[in-house]
């Protein structure tokens, strides 16, 4: 059984209920629908319910079984305000901003999460990257085990030629551009967390670099090893191999010529890139050249589940999307 067959079982042995922030949209409609027949998730879905009735009828799509939610209609605005002043009280905002929020369909969303009424999140198929993460902060709040929130992708090996079977997690290719330190080890132990709840699997995480153990010198590289021994001194409980080249990360024979008293073996699932420029470039290249399925990107780090998408998504994107956030909120 694949990884996203597994995720669905998962999901349907114990569905969330998912608000979609961007209900208009073709792809989320045939998302939402498909995600409701497959008995994955109850979905949600804000917007001009007139224009989401249309625009299913157009599609011939029913919409049995799915909640239509106009924010700026909704008996939940004003206490979904009042929750939001509560929230953002210290930061000056009034009730009248809160109320004029509450009115979007990324807050209301988010603020339905926070107060319990939905179990998760998704939006960016309109919306940026950066307003879906800046309201998930701001309503939602970040886990108190983390001190960032970061990205992931779950890249899914399902394909004949593929060399390893499963899932991968690659971090952080959507959010946090230049770590430091501290941070690339905040965002190793989060996506460590995050692979071992998506796949029941321990982590194997390698901090990849251009050298491996010391073959080059350079700031850069200076950054990955300070990164591997805090991350090991934080999570003694995982398996990381650091810093080491992408080579030496996932091929058994040249991590036992290349990596001294290895905790890996070449066998990494975890992959945590040293920069966004880096994680970006590479998971793209994986999706592209061997046909893999990047779903995300996915955020990590929160205090409930919200995950992102890209403007470009299709509605599998979606529905994939989703059914890891219902995953994600069985915690």
Known sequence: MSILQQLITRAQAAPGRIVLTEGEDARIITAGVKLTADK??????????????????????????????????????????????????????????????????????????????????????????????????????????????????????????????????????????????????????????????????????????????GSASHPTVDKVVEATRLLKAARPDLSVDGEVQLDAAIVPSIAARKVKDSAVNGEANVLVFPSLEAGNIGYKLVERFSGAKAIGPLLQGLAQPANDLSRGCSADDVYYVATVTVVQGQR
């Open 40 to 213: 994955i998730a109850t979905i949600t879905l804000l917007g001009d319910t007139d224009v989401i009735t249309a625009q299913a009828a157009s599609l011939g799509l029913s919409l049995d079984g799915i909640t239509l939610i106009n924010p700026l209609q909704s008996e939940l605005r004003q206490p979904l305000a009042d929750l939001l002043q509560q929230l953002r009280a210290k930061k000056g905002m009034t009730a009248e901003q809160a109320y004029e929020l509450t009115g979007q369909t990324l807050w209301f969303a988010n603020l339905l999460v926070k107060a319990g009424h939905q179990d998760g999140v998704v939006s960016g198929a309109i919306h940026t990257t950066g307003d879906v993460v800046r309201t998930a902060i701001q309503v939602i709040g970040v886990d108190k085990a983390f001190s960032m929130i970061s990205s992931f992708f779950l890249m899914v090996m399902d394909q004949p030629h593929h060399p390893r079977a499963g899932g991968m997690v690659f971090s952080d290719c959507g959010l946090v551009i230049e770590p430091d330190a501290a941070q690339l080890a905040d965002i190793a132990s989060a996506a460590a967390n995050s692979y071992q709840s998506l796949s029941g699997e321990a982590a194997k995480v390698a901090m990849l670099s251009f050298s491996t153990q």
